[in-house]
């Protein structure tokens, strides 16, 4: 059974889509990255498969049934996200009592060593918070809950640098022990390019790209030489973005680059580079913006 399975899935608001006709499926055990430009629909899909809205058509599926206001499958769930909201006059230590007593397989030890890690002071009233340690109290949470699908909506953007390295670094080694299936949302697409086995792009709505991570690097590369054999060796291929200096192109090509494709560039004087995966999505969707 898929973890989450969506068909068709479209959410309006008034004159706004937000999700266009997507459709996927998450099966279990694997970091998923959800990602995609401002207002691209992220957060949404996020809400409607965590039950905290419906859609407007098609079908979403949760463990097998339908999320909307259904406690059984959404007590396996845990949703952080940045603008989290907890009870003000609470202390953290009360905050953490409260996610122990709603979060079946939450691991009190886990959750008291990532309080340690991330220096959260627990008798601390959570209005008295820095966002920094509200970012940690959430991804605390979210790690501790264990929950069989995690979501982390950009949850960590007010951590530092050196915080959000701790957090990814404790993510991937927890998830190692305890396998479950964790859909990240971010814009630093580069900080997690590591951990990201598959990814969900979403594009004014619609998911333009639905990959394993691996393949999609592989997908994309930076082809650089003379002019009039960049422009020849590109046009087997989806030419995504040109830049000309002088007599020289660099371009980003998506397509097939297996060991023939190589060789063929090779001989017509072209430099093949990978890019990040970061690169590949802002390609991706600035070419579907450019074509527009
Ligand atoms: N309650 C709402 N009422 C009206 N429009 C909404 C509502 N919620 C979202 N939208 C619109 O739906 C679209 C998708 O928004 P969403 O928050 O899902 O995007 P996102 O990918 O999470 O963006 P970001 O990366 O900026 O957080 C946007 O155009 C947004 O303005």
Same mark, same amino acid.
């Given at each position: 059974m898929s973890v989450v399975a969506a068909a068709g899935l479209t959410k309006r608001f008034g004159e706004v889509t *937000?999700?266009? &006709?997507v459709t996927f499926t998450l099966t279990g055990d694997k970091i998923y990255g959800l990602l995609g430009r401002n207002g691209a629909g992220k957060t949404t899909l996020m809400q409607l498969i965590t039950g905290q809205n419906s859609g407007t058509s098609g079908d979403l599926m949760l463990f097998g049934e @339908?999320?909307?206001?259904?406690e059984r499958v959404l007590s396996r769930v845990v949703f952080i996200k940045e603008s989290q909201t907890y +009870?003000? *006059?609470?202390q953290v230590r009360h905050v953490l009592s409260l996610a122990k007593r709603l979060f079946?397989?939450? &691991?009190e030890d886990f959750a008291q060593s990532l309080v340690d890690d991330f220096d959260? +002071? @627990?008798? @601390?009233?959570v209005r008295k918070l820095s966002r920094g340690m509200l970012s940690a109290l959430g991804v605390t949470i979210g790690l501790a809950a264990r929950a069989p699908l995690t979501f982390f909506d950009e949850p960590y953007l007010g951590l530092d640098a050196v915080a959000r390295q701790l957090f990814y670094d404790r993510l991937l080694a927890d998830y190692a022990e305890n396998p479950r299936t964790v859909v990240l949302s971010t814009h630093l697409i580069d900080e997690v390019a590591d951990l990201i086995e598959h990814v969900l792009l979403l594009d004014r709505g619609k998911l333009l790209l639905d990959a394993p991570s691996d393949e999609l690097r592989g997908e994309v590369v930076e082809a650089s030489g003379p002019a009039a054999a960049v422009d020849e060796f590109a046009a087997a291929h989806q030419a995504l973005h040109r830049e000309q200096l002088g007599g020289a192109v660099r371009a980003s090509l998506r397509g097939s680059f297996d060991d023939a494709e190589r060789t063929r560039a090779e001989k017509l004087g072209i430099d093949l580079a990978p890019v990040s995966l970061q690169q590949a999505v802002v390609r991706l969707t600035t070419e579907r913006t450019n074509a527009r």
């Open positions: *937000a999700l266009d &006709d @339908r999320p909307y206001e259904n +009870p003000t *006059a609470y079946p397989n939450w &691991d959260l +002071p @627990r008798k @601390r009233k």
